[in-house]
């Protein structure tokens, strides 16, 4: 896939797909899409690769192509995908026939994130547990913990159904 400038906004104007979607508005939405997700917590360089490889109409980009496309160091983009990888946002896959690595969305990737998430959650519902009881009941650092104990078995209880509900809606919906 080539990549071609257009006129700037802020220097960061993209082509993100074959066909003619090169404009201002792809550009700026490529931006307000990953500072959104800089505000829930996503360090700055991986919320941009994930905003780049959303609006890749095949949901999988290189990393010459992402360093080219968000105008990054090849480190820049290296520290991104491994961050995206390690919280299971996006995976690696190598391209067949080639030495070259292909960074691409799940293919349900909010579903598929938070089924891996599950695990995150019962393993802090585990230590809130264990911190609830090495702080003693009466204590307010132990209440504090057995509160966020109980709050995640509650997220965790609720996880489960609530992504089952989800795979109906989007079936009806005609996503599936």
């Given at each position: 896939m080539k990549f071609q400038k257009c006129e700037k906004w802020d220097g960061k104007i993209y082509r993100v797909s074959e066909g003619e979607r090169v404009d201002e508005t792809v550009g700026r939405f490529l931006e307000r899409f990953a500072s959104?997700?800089?505000?829930?917590?996503?360090?700055?360089?991986p919320a941009r690769v994930f905003?780049?490889?959303?609006?890749?109409?095949?949901?999988?980009?290189?990393?010459a192509e992402l360093a080219e496309l968000l105008q990054a160091s090849p480190a820049a983009?290296?520290?991104?995908v491994r961050y995206l990888t390690q919280v299971n946002m996006i995976h690696r896959e190598r391209e067949p026939?080639?030495?070259?690595?292909?960074?691409?969305?799940y293919d349900d990737g909010w579903y598929t994130t938070l089924m891996r998430r599950e695990a995150?959650?019962?393993?802090?519902?585990?230590?809130?547990?264990e911190g609830a009881i090495a702080l003693g009941p009466?204590?307010?650092?132990?209440?504090?913990?057995?509160?966020?104990?109980a709050f995640f078995e509650?997220?965790?209880?609720?996880?489960?159904?609530?992504?089952?509900?989800?795979?109906?809606?989007?079936?009806a919906l005609g996503f599936s």
């Open positions: 959104v997700m800089v505000e829930a917590g996503v360090p700055s360089m905003a780049a490889l959303n609006m890749a109409d095949s949901g999988r980009l290189t990393a983009i290296s520290g991104a026939g080639t030495r070259r690595d292909v960074f691409r969305l995150i959650v019962r393993r802090w519902e585990d230590a809130a547990k009466d204590s307010p650092a132990g209440r504090r913990m057995a509160e966020m104990s509650f997220v965790d209880e609720e996880l489960q159904p609530m992504l089952d509900r989800w795979g109906e809606r989007r079936k």
